[in-house]
């Protein structure tokens, strides 16, 4: 992988205050992946994380009896992981590309040693995480009540 040149003027990064993007460019590396690739496993450890530039991934939660359900998918600008941030730092879901993706990829324990080097950019980058975080939980229970919620089709029972 070789150092990127730039970020993305839309997404994650973009919406960091302008004087935390620079650090965080320092920190990114080019990654590219085939379509069709796993690119984790719900249950890994989470020792990075991407900011895609083109493509898309499916993000899935594997559902016992089931298999895999996709919950979400993501493309240009979307963060793709956010466990890194938060032990114990497995991934809470997985993730498998739709069409070939480009990223730019970041060393999650090096970016946690810049958010504490620099507070400031660790407040803000936390909380566009978080952010992050709370759309996966309301696009992973909207997709799972779609799945596997009671029909709406026929009259409720009364047990």
């Not at 992946?33 to 898309?56: N, V």
């Not at 991934?91 to 498998?96: F, K, N, S």
């Not at 996966?136 to 089709?153: E, H, I, K, N």
């Amino acid at each position: 992988m070789t150092r990127t040149a730039g970020l993305p003027r839309s997404g994650l990064l973009a919406a960091l205050p302008a004087e935390h993007r620079g650090p965080m460019r320092d920190l990114a590396r080019d990654a590219s992946f085939p379509a069709a690739t796993r690119i984790f496993e719900e249950g890994g450890r989470a020792d990075r994380f991407w900011i895609i530039r083109s493509g898309t991934v499916a993000l899935d939660v594997h559902v016992p009896g089931r298999g895999r359900a996709v919950v979400e998918t993501i493309g240009t600008g979307d963060l793709l992981g956010w466990s890194w941030l938060c032990p114990p730092r497995q991934w809470h879901l997985g993730a498998e590309t739709r069409t070939p993706v480009v990223a730019w990829e970041f060393d999650a324990p090096a970016v946690r040693a810049l958010c504490v080097e620099r507070p400031a950019l660790g407040l803000a980058l936390v909380t566009l995480v978080a952010e992050t975080i709370g759309d996966r939980l309301r696009a992973t229970r909207t997709r799972l009540l779609d799945l596997y919620g009671p029909s709406t089709g026929g009259p409720a029972s009364c047990l």
